[in-house]
């Protein structure tokens, strides 16, 4: 079964910077319409930032100016910058994505944020 394999999360203070990345394994097809979610304890996962078909990016009120959601085609790889971090972006974030017509998931990467 392919999983989608996140890296880059870790703590930083608030205003610091992380890069997450989501890699598709190489046998595997191009991902399409990829996303990033994000689920803090006792709360629902919620879209942050995703690339539709078209090529047009989705931004979470909650993000926007601050997180940057690209992809290379090449390395099959979708990443998130997250820059001007907050105490409340912390969470589990995950990424998501089409593959051939059925949708995965990685398996989350932890993001905290504090002083």
């Known amino acids: 079964q392919v999983q989608l394999v996140e890296s880059g999360g870790g703590e930083v203070q608030p205003g610091g910077s992380l890069k997450l990345s989501c890699a598709v394994p190489?046998?595997?097809?191009?991902?399409?319409?990829p996303g990033w979610y994000r689920q803090a304890p006792g709360k629902q996962r919620t879209l942050v930032a995703s690339?539709?078909?078209?090529?047009?990016?989705f931004y979470a009120d909650s993000v926007k100016g601050r997180f940057t959601i690209s992809r290379d085609i090449a390395k099959n790889t979708v990443y998130l910058q997250m820059n001007s971090l907050k105490p409340e972006d912390a969470a589990v974030y995950y990424c998501?994505?089409?593959?051939?017509?059925?949708?995965?998931w990685g398996q989350g990467t932890q993001v905290t944020v504090s002083s």
């Open positions: 190489a046998t595997f097809s191009r991902i399409n319409t």
């Open positions: 998501t994505g089409e593959i051939q017509g059925l949708n995965y």
């Open positions: 690339i539709t078909g078209r090529g047009s990016i």
